[in-house]
C-alpha cells in the first residue's frame, strides 16, 4: 500500500490539514488530519473507471463551514443523546444539547469530527490518534482514541481503538455519504439496499429511541430483500415521516462482536456494490434527508442536496445511557475499546 501526504489548507485556529492518500491497486482513499474526514473513495466500475463514492470538500474551509458531519470521524458517543443527560455510576452528567436545543448530538458542539488528529505511517496503514482530555464536551475521564484506515486489493477497512482512565461513554464511528454513482451524481434513491437487519429501534418525534426494539416485516423498514433507496423513504408510515426518510437504527443479526455482514449496496448506473461488515451490534442508514443545498460546493464545484448520499454509520444504538435495555456504550480503565468495520468493492 502506498501512502502519500499533501498539503490540505489551514484550519481556522491556523493549523495545518494534511490529506494522506492511500494507494492498493485500483483503490484509492484520502484522510484528513481534520476530523479524520475519508475526503475521497475512488473504486474501479463495471468497466474499470475510477469512481470517487463518497461525498467530499475541496477545502479545509469548506469542512469548517458544513454542518453535516460529511467524511468524519464521530465521537466521543455519535449519534443522540436524549436531553444530553445521562448516568453513569451513580453520578449525572449533563451535555451540551447541539440539535434543536434539545439533543446532544455526535460528541458536541466540538466533537472529534472538528479536531486535529494526530497521524503515523505504519505497515498496517494510516494510524490517526485523538487525546480527549477529561471534561471535554461535559464527557468524564480522559479518552485516547486511534482510528487506523487501511487499504486491501477491495476493501476499506477501519479499525477504531480507545482508553479511558475513568468510565466513560464510548461509541465512534465514521459519518462518510456515500454514492456509488459517483459523488457528485444526484439523488441516491434508485441505487439498491438490503441489510441483515431483521429488527430496529424505533424513534419518536426528536429521532431518539422510545425502547422498543421492533421487528421490519411487513413494514417499509423492511429491507432485508434487494430494494431501491427511495422506494419507500416517503411512504405513507410514521416512522419516515418523523425522519423524512431513513434515519434509523437497524440491529445488525449475529453476535455482537464478531465481524458480520451488515449491508449490501449497489447501482445499475456503475456496477458497483459496497458490502459492509462490522462487529457493532447497530448501524444507523440515513439517507441524506437534511443534506443543506446551501453547504458549500463540494468536490469539483458539484452542489449537493437532499439524498444526494446515504451513510452506514456502525456503533452503538442511539441514546443507549439513557435505555438500560440496549448494549451500553461504556468504556472503563483496564478495557480497551474495539471496533471494525469493512466496506469491500466489486462490480458487475
Known amino acids: 500500500m502506498d501512502i502519500v501526504c499533501t498539503p490540505f489548507g489551514r484550519d481556522r485556529a491556523g493549523h495545518a490539514v494534511l ?13 484528513l488530519t481534520l476530523g479524520g474526514v475519508l475526503q475521497s473513495l475512488t473504486v ?35 449519534n443522540r443523546i436524549a436531553e444530553g443527560r445521562f448516568v453513569l455510576n451513580g453520578q449525572a452528567y449533563q451535555l451540551a444539547c447541539n440539535e434543536n436545543g434539545t439533543t446532544h448530538l455526535h460528541g458536541g458542539k466540538i466533537g472529534f469530527d472538528k479536531r486535529q488528529w494526530i497521524t ?46 475513568t468510565p466513560t461513554p464510548c461509541n465512534l464511528t465514521n ?23 431483521a429488527r430496529y429501534t424505533p424513534i419518536d418525534a426528536a429521532s431518539i429511541p422510545t425502547g422498543e426494539i421492533a421487528a421490519t416485516q411487513g ?15 416517503d411512504d405513507d408510515f410514521e416512522q419516515l415521516r418523523l425522519a423524512g426518510g431513513y434515519d434509523h437504527n437497524f440491529i445488525v443479526d449475529g453476535a455482537f462482536g464478531t465481524l458480520r455482514p451488515a449491508a449490501r449496496v449497489s447501482s445499475e448506473r456503475t456496477g458497483i456494490i459496497m458490502d459492509v461488515d462490522t462487529t457493532m451490534p447497530g448501524m444507523q442508514l440515513y439517507t441524506g434527508n437534511f443534506l443543506r443545498a446551501d453547504m458549500p460546493a463540494g468536490k469539483g464545484g458539484v452542489k ?15 441514546s443507549a445511557l439513557t435505555l438500560p435495555q440496549f448494549p451500553q456504550p461504556v468504556l472503563r480503565p483496564g478495557e480497551t475499546y474495539r471496533h471494525q468495520t469493512v466496506f469491500r468493492f466489486s462490480a458487475e
Open 19 to 31: 490529506r494522506y492518500t492511500l494507494t492498493e491497486g485500483a483503490l484509492s482513499a484520502s484522510i
Open 44 to 78: 474501479p466500475d463495471r468497466n474499470g473507471k475510477p469512481v470517487d463514492v463518497v461525498l467530499g470538500f475541496d477545502s479545509a474551509e469548506d469542512y469548517e463551514q458544513q454542518t453535516c458531519y460529511i467524511g468524519a470521524l464521530i465521537g466521543r458517543c455519535a
Open 120 to 165: 503515523s505511517i505504519h505497515s498496517e496503514g494510516l494510524s490517526l490518534q485523538y487525546h480527549s482530555p477529561a471534561g471535554e464536551e461535559g464527557y468524564p475521564g480522559a479518552l485516547h482514541a486511534a482510528v487506523t484506515y487501511r487499504l486491501t486489493a477491495n476493501s476499506l477497512i477501519i479499525d477504531y481503538h480507545a482508553e479511558s482512565d
Open 175 to 197: 459519518h462518510s455519504y456515500f454514492n456509488l454513482d459517483g459523488h457528485g451524481a444526484g439523488p441516491v434513491g434508485g441505487q439498491r439496499i438490503r441489510l441483515n437487519a
Open 219 to 233: 413494514t417499509p423498514m423492511d429491507l432485508t430483500r434487494e430494494t431501491p433507496l427511495g422506494a419507500h423513504w
Open 304 to 318: 449537493y442536496a437532499p439524498r444526494h448520499g446515504f451513510c452506514l454509520e456502525t456503533q452503538y444504538y442511539p
